[in-house]
């Protein structure tokens, strides 16, 4: 695997400095030579796995990212509030996310936001129409890629009691919901403007040590959910770290 990367970054034109370490990870549009021990703690890969289970055995190969992920939730466990994801899907994160805290003996509520029809093509901006997202979004629609049977999303998260799948439209749900305190927010919605409407709207409810965070902050072809983000930080008065991994992590 190392020689792999080494390779690779080689052929783009990259110096590769450290030739003798041991570690190489090359997933999800990250490159890196520095440890990936993480990868071979046995409870990541139940998390993982249970991932994958959600997914019905796909593998989307971002490993990095769970990691993060996992972190971010144990830490934002330990604030008061409950849980939301916008942007479940087949619900990976969130079940690995679960299956690491030990959810059902959880005194927290987890909300599972998501349209369950794939993106809302009529939100994305001229700029990103004009980036082809909303082409990226109608290819992995047909594909297959975005869970739209939402039976099976309920049945993936039915062991968890305290987990409430919610179908709707973001922001126009929101409003719907009696939260009043969130510890952790997770933005995965590929677009602009529902995500900045969702942090706007639950920047107020997260409490002191709740956590953010943001699945494409800095992910390649997401600019402008990055100009959208940073809008509301500027707004608002706090700093987002831009991470490798294409996310992006906000501690209130």
Not at 20 to 47: C, I, K, N, V, W
Not at 74 to 83: E, I, K, M
Not at 93 to 105: G, K, P, T
């Amino acid at each position: 695997m190392k020689r792999l990367i080494r390779k690779a970054l080689n052929r783009a034109g990259y110096v590769v400095f450290n030739t003798r370490s041991p570690h190489g990870y090359a997933q999800d549009g990250l490159f890196t030579m520095h440890s990936d021990h993480f990868r071979r703690d046995e409870a990541f890969r139940e998390a993982y796995a249970r991932g994958v289970k959600a997914g019905h055995g796909v593998d989307p190969g971002m490993e990095w990212r769970v990691h993060v992920a996992l972190w971010a939730a144990s830490t934002a466990s330990r604030a008061v509030g409950d849980f939301v994801e916008c942007g479940v899907n087949a619900g990976f994160v969130s079940s690995a996310i679960m299956q690491a805290l030990d959810w059902r003996n959880s005194s927290k509520q987890f909300y599972l936001i998501d349209t369950f029809s794939g993106p809302v093509l009529s939100q994305y901006s001229q700029r990103e129409i004009d980036a082809g997202r909303d082409v990226v979004a109608k290819s992995a629609l047909a594909a297959g890629a975005y869970v739209t049977d939402l039976e099976r999303v309920r049945a993936n998260f039915s062991e968890w009691p305290n987990a409430l799948v919610v179908q709707g439209t973001v922001p126009d749900v929101l409003d719907t919901l009696n939260l009043r305190e969130v510890a952790f927010l997770h933005l995965d919605m590929n677009c602009a403007l529902p995500e900045r409407a969702a942090l706007e709207f639950f920047w107020s409810r997260l409490t002191p040590g709740g956590i953010v965070l943001l699945d494409d902050y800095t992910y390649f072809g997401h600019g402008s959910q990055t100009e959208a983000i940073d809008s509301v930080a500027e707004r608002l008065g706090f700093k987002v770290l831009a991470l490798p991994s294409g996310q992006g992590l906000i501690v209130r």
